[in-house]
């Protein structure tokens, strides 16, 4: 089992920017891969950026793509979102999820834990 704790939101000018951490424990975490997921007041959640157990590989949702990076410290079992350049429509509760299966996927379906999410608030 695996369990994961998110931090770092908040409130933030559009422009602003914040960096979100999630530290998990459980199972070794080097061993699987992690994304990050938002989901807006009324919407469905949605995927954000992933990233693969060594860090050698990222995927950006286009939405963030050049303004957000994703990394991780397998050291600190943590998983990082840098999130640079925020505008309104980032405004979100923001989960990392873990994928144990290494399916490497964009899609909910392919994460077996997430955690209890963060919010982020960008004003206009």
């Known amino acids: 089992q695996v369990q994961l704790v998110e931090s770092g939101g908040g409130l933030v000018q559009a422009g602003g920017s914040l960096r979100l951490a999630c530290v998990a424990s459980g199972r070794t975490f080097s061993s699987y891969a992690m994304a990050w997921f938002r989901q807006a007041p009324g919407k469905e959640r949605d995927f954000v950026a992933r990233i693969s157990k060594s860090s050698s590989r990222t995927y950006y949702a286009d939405s963030v793509k050049g303004r957000f990076t994703i990394s991780r410290d397998n050291a600190k079992n943590t998983v990082y979102l840098q999130m640079n350049s925020l505008k309104p429509e980032d405004t979100a509760v923001y989960y990392c999820?873990?994928?144990?299966?290494?399916?490497?996927?964009?899609?909910?379906?392919?994460?077996?834990?997430w955690g209890q999410g963060t919010q982020v608030t960008v004003s206009s």
């Open positions: 999820a873990a994928d144990l299966l290494g399916l490497f996927s964009n899609t909910e379906r392919a994460y077996d834990y």
